[in-house]
C-alpha cells in the first residue's frame, strides 16, 4: 500500500520560513517524480514544485520561484520543500504526489499524478 505522508506545516509570520517533508512508503521511490501542490480555501489545487526522478531537475511556479526549493532524498524516500520569504498569500494545505516515470504527463497537471498525500496545513500570518 502507498503512502505519502507530510509534515513540517504550521504558523508562520510573513517573511518566515519552514521546511515540509513527505515520507513516502510502498513504492520504488527513484523511479517516481515528486511534485508539491498547494490548496487554499475556497480554491482550485494549485502547482508549486516538482522535482524529476531521471535528473533531479526542479521546476517551480511562478508565484514561487526563488523562494521556495524542491529537493529529494531517495536514500529516505523522502521529497522537501524549503519555504522562504513566506506570504500571507502562500497559505494553503500543502500536499505531495507521486508521478510515474512509467506514464506520460505534466508535472503541472494534478491528474496525471499517481498518489496523493493528505496534506500539511501552512498559515502565513501578516
Known amino acids: 500500500q502507498v503512502q505519502l505522508v507530510e509534515s513540517g506545516g504550521g504558523l508562520v509570520q510573513a517573511g518566515g520560513s519552514l521546511r515540509l517533508s513527505c515520507a513516502a512508503s510502498?513504492?520504488?521511490?527513484?523511479?517516481?517524480?515528486m511534485g508539491w501542490f498547494r490548496q487554499g480555501p475556497g480554491k482550485e489545487r494549485e502547482f508549486v514544485a516538482a522535482?524529476?526522478?531521471?535528473?533531479?531537475?526542479?521546476h517551480y511556479a511562478d508565484s514561487v520561484k526563488g523562494r521556495f526549493t524542491i529537493s529529494r532524498d531517495n536514500a529516505r524516500n523522502t521529497v522537501y520543500l524549503q519555504l522562504n520569504s513566506l506570504k500571507p498569500e502562500d497559505t494553503a494545505v500543502y500536499l505531495c504526489?507521486?508521478?510515474?516515470?512509467?506514464?506520460?504527463?505534466?508535472?503541472?497537471?494534478?491528474?496525471?499524478?499517481?498518489?496523493w498525500g493528505r496534506g500539511t496545513q501552512v498559515t502565513v500570518s501578516s
Open positions: 504526489a507521486a508521478f510515474s516515470s512509467l506514464k506520460s504527463g505534466s508535472y503541472y497537471v494534478p491528474a496525471d499524478y499517481e498518489y
Open positions: 510502498g513504492l520504488t521511490f527513484s523511479s517516481y517524480s
Open positions: 522535482i524529476s526522478w531521471r535528473d533531479g531537475s526542479q
